[in-house]
């Protein structure tokens, strides 16, 4: 059907809806009435649906036409943003990208830090999971959990990765335990917290087991509570629903606010870490620059 209608009717009908006013339209677009109501009519004979009812010079959407106003201001304004990069003068915002639990629960903080301290730069985040796109070169700036060896990005550490179980203090307390004396096997009898192992380095509760120098001499139970993402382990630790396998540099704020507490000693230091990534093969920004910059110096 599409192919049957000029495309300048949609623009012609946005134009009336928002200012239920033929005359008016034709202003805006610098065509006469008489044209804005020809181009309605022929917009309506193609759809086969009356899209206004006219009573004298008072104009209403009929529900066909609310429905359809409501998609084309959207698919304008959609348009209008795609285009913004192709403006003259224009400063591009800095584009990175962080998986979901980097985003959360420290590049967050950050970046509204970065935006108090520069409001004229602008920044858009691409929160996802997926390393394709975590890696593309389409971003200016990105954080990988990685080893610190990339071919298309030159990456600094910020954080390696330290696991270790920790629990809100109101679990700890419902438990009867002392936070700083569990030991790994009393850990393993408790309400264990995990999460989908999406990659194949990440490491839940049966690896980090595994790992640490004394491992519980009884088999592993299921965990209790097992969530898609991190971030939901993390929160449901908060909520104090049980242990949660917590990465230091991920969830300083917390162990620092003392909304989570490390339980015994035994961590795991897995060998990965966050890495703050700039393009090997093209120049930074100086905006970009910048943010790279106080990501590194942040606290």
Request: proline share 6%.
């Amino acid at each position: 059907m599409l192919e049957r209608i000029p495309l300048e009717a949609f623009r012609v009908f946005d134009a009336a809806c928002r200012h239920m006013n033929f005359s008016r339209a034709g202003r805006e677009l610098h065509i006469t009435q008489a044209a804005v109501s020809r181009r309605i009519k022929g917009l309506e004979d193609h759809l086969g649906a009356q899209l206004f009812t006219r009573r004298g010079r008072n104009l209403a959407l009929t529900p066909d036409g609310e429905r359809l106003f409501q998609r084309v201001r959207a698919t304008i304004e959609y348009l209008e943003e795609s285009l913004e990069p192709f403006r003259g003068g224009v400063p591009q915002p800095i584009s990175i990208a962080a998986s979901g639990s980097v985003s959360h629960l420290w590049l967050g903080r950050r970046l509204k830090d970065f935006g108090k301290a520069s409001p004229n730069i602008s920044v858009r985040l691409l929160t996802t999971d997926t390393p394709s796109e975590l890696a593309s070169e389409t971003n200016d700036l990105v954080i990988l959990y990685s080893t610190g060896e990339h071919p298309r990005w030159n990456l600094t550490l910020l954080m390696k990765e330290v696991l270790v179980p920790v629990a809100s203090p109101a679990y700890v307390a419902q438990r009867g335990l002392v936070a700083d004396t569990v030991t790994v096997t009393e850990i393993a009898g408790l309400d264990l917290i995990d999460y989908e192992r999406a990659n194949a380095h990440w490491i839940s509760f049966r690896q980090w087991f595994g790992r640490i120098p004394s491992p519980p001499k009884q088999r592993l139970p299921h965990p209790r509570l097992t969530f898609s993402t991190y971030i939901m382990a993390v929160e449901a630790a908060l909520g104090a629903e049980g242990v949660a396998l917590g990465s230091i540099g991920l969830i300083e704020e917390h162990l620092a606010s003392g909304a989570l507490v490390r339980l015994g000693a035994a961590e795991v230091e897995t060998g990965f870490g966050y890495y703050l990534g700039m393009p090997r093969f093209r120049s930074l920004s100086p905006e970009a620059a910048l943010l790279h910059q106080h990501l590194l110096t942040a606290e």
